[in-house]
């Protein structure tokens, strides 16, 4: 059911027109020779492949061998490469699919050694322990994320399609995940009413989500696939809209979300499940996803959550960005402002007057590497032991990994950094000292800990925690990437979770004591700082709106509650999907 099967207007497609030249000008979009060396890749990668099991065969004593005339393996794409939506430079999801008689060892280990081997080939490691296996490198200069699935089937068809939920008989958990990737984003795109409109407004959508620091499953954020679904969502919503105003919907539909509802673009009736026994999302039955914050399902059997990583701190920025969004896209709509406004950088520097900062240290490239995927799986329970602090308002962990500003003394380091929101408990009346100690040592534990677990590592890689303020991040951060944002107004943040204003006021002691270890920060907070109770209530002026603002604040309400209408009627009473 849709809210508007409006046609667009001529100012619609005009500031439609617009948006797609500021993506130009952002340089997004892949010229015709990265796309021709993007197929020519997969093309070479499909071949090896085929190679790989060939021989593997030939090793073998199996009556299921195939000959080279049959197709051994089919290598697929999904994800952003998939849906269309791939930035210039950005990498290719992959997934290798393979015949019965080859299994996930040989992947990771015969597999593994012919793409050492390939000249074409570096930076090639394989994470066995993550959540969907994967084998990371790049091939040329083009990056890669290999997924792998064994099918039931002697050899695999050319013709193969993945939407038959039949599919997945007999095959283990691990494997249904890794076809799922692909049959998520088939499903996607037969689930919205106009593929063009829906992949320039997801271009849109991405861009701006990684400018604001928004783009990261693994840390908390949303990733690729639930950034899709929301827009899909959207475009279900406002199925003839054009790109621009589909752009202003998203932001509109999801200021006002009513979550933990989830976002669903068919219901769970409507997936074929053949009665296989792959555990689905559901609230109802399941204390653990009764906890998920902003729950984005994926409309393919077995229905998972995509954003069962978030906290309540990244759920706490993305609701602030998504307000600021729309007040940016009623501006460009009214003339105020053009579509580079939505594309500022974040002003995670300026936000915050305390830091934390996590650095992850390698002998060299090879060992780097391995080392800093293990770590910023880790990141996300530092960020929640953080926020069960009391004074601790907000956690904000930075996705992006820097290197350290001297590269000559710390040539393999990566960092992250976590901006602290800290404000004094209402009821308390006295000086208080925020002591970190146990928690980020608690972090620091998590890691060495899956660490043992994982032969790879070694004794030279380190992982230190520790406390800076904005003033010393320029002895960690290029000063370059130190400018980038601004730091925003009251008027224009509209939020609880800017520490300029509402957090550690002038009269925040300078002192910080710190024991010797660099897991370690005691923070003092003094009195005269905002107490919680006096944030929480705070409550940006209102300005006096126009005549044009109150039509446009009307149209947005009438639109919210269709929206809520909409979900409503789709939480039907046996719906599994809803607490």
């Known amino acids: 059911m849709s809210i508007s099967s409006a046609s667009p207007s001529k100012l619609d497609r005009k500031q439609s027109n617009d948006l797609r030249n500021v993506l130009v000008a952002f340089d997004v979009y892949e010229p015709c020779k990265e796309q021709e060396d993007r197929v020519a890749v997969l093309q070479q990668l499909n071949c090896l492949a085929e190679q790989w099991i060939l021989d593997l065969q030939n090793q073998s004593e199996s009556e299921l061998m195939v000959t080279q005339h049959q197709a051994c393996c089919k290598i697929v794409t999904f994800g952003s490469y998939r849906l269309g939506v791939n930035f210039r430079g950005g990498d290719i999801d992959a997934l290798l699919i393979a015949p019965k008689q080859i299994d996930r060892v040989d992947f ?35 990056e890669i994320d290999l997924l792998f699935a064994q099918l039931a089937l002697p050899s695999i068809p050319e013709n193969l399609t993945l939407n038959d939920v039949g599919l997945l008989k007999d095959l283990d958990f691990k494997c249904v995940k890794s076809l799922n990737g692909c049959r998520v984003a088939e499903d996607i795109l037969s689930l919205v009413p106009n593929h063009e409109s829906f992949r320039h407004a997801l271009m849109a959508i991405k861009l701006w989500a990684k400018r604001k620091g928004l783009y990261s ?6 990733g690729g696939v639930s950034w899709a679904i929301l827009m899909a969502r959207v475009c279900q919503l406002y199925p003839k809209a054009a790109p621009a105003t589909l752009v202003q919907k998203f932001f509109l539909v999801f200021d006002q ?61 993305m609701a602030q960005e998504f307000k600021i ?124 800990q899956a660490a043992a677990n994982n032969a790879k590592v070694t004794e030279s890689m380190q992982v230190k925690a520790h406390h800076v303020k904005k003033r010393q991040l320029s002895e960690y951060v290029s000063p370059a990437i130190l400018k980038q944002g601004r730091k925003r107004s009251k008027k224009s943040s509209l939020s609880l979770l800017d520490g300029s204003n509402n957090t550690l006021g002038s009269s925040f002691n300078d002192s910080i004591k710190s024991v010797n270890t660099s897991s370690t920060v005691v923070v003092p907070v003094e009195r005269g700082e905002k107490r919680l109770s006096e944030v929480q209530s705070h409550e940006p002026a209102k300005k006096p709106r126009s005549d044009s603002e109150n039509s446009a604040t009307r149209d947005i309400s009438r639109d919210t509650e269709n929206v809520h209408k909409n979900e409503d009627a789709r939480a039907r009473p046996d719906n599994q999907c809803f607490s």
């Open 325 to 448: 969004g729309l007040g940016v896209c009623e501006d460009v709509f009214s003339g105020k402002a053009d579509w580079n406004s939505l594309f500022e950088p974040s002003d995670f520097f300026h936000r915050y007057k305390h830091y934390i900062i996590i650095q992850a240290m390698g002998a060299d490239n090879k060992e780097h590497l391995e080392w800093v995927g293990l770590v910023e799986s880790k990141v996300r329970h530092l960020v929640g032991n953080l926020e069960r602090f009391q004074c601790i308002e907000s956690a904000h962990i930075n996705p992006t990994g820097y290197s350290h500003v001297d590269k000559e003394l710390y040539p393999f380091t990566t960092q992250w950094l976590i901006g602290l929101s800290i404000v004094r408990p209402s009821d308390s009346n006295q000086p208080i000292n925020l002591d970190l100690t146990e928690p980020i040592q608690r972090f620091v534990s998590v890691v060495y």
């Open 108 to 142: 990771f280990t015969s597999f593994f050694d012919m793409l050492q081997s390939h000249p074409s080939i570096t930076d090639l490691r394989a994470i066995e322990e993550a959540y969907v296996p994967v084998m990371k490198f790049k091939f040329g200069t083009i």
């Open 257 to 317: 979300w009513k979550w933990p509802t989830p976002v669903m673009l068919r219901h769970p009736e409507d997936i074929p499940s053949a009665n296989l026994p792959f555990p689905v999302w559901d609230s109802r039955n399941n204390p653990s996803d009764r906890a998920h914050l902003m729950p984005i399902l994926t409309p393919t059997f077995p229905q998972q959550n995509s954003t069962f990583n978030v906290t309540v701190s990244t759920k706490n920025v």
């Open 217 to 222: 499953s693994i840390v908390g954020f949303l």
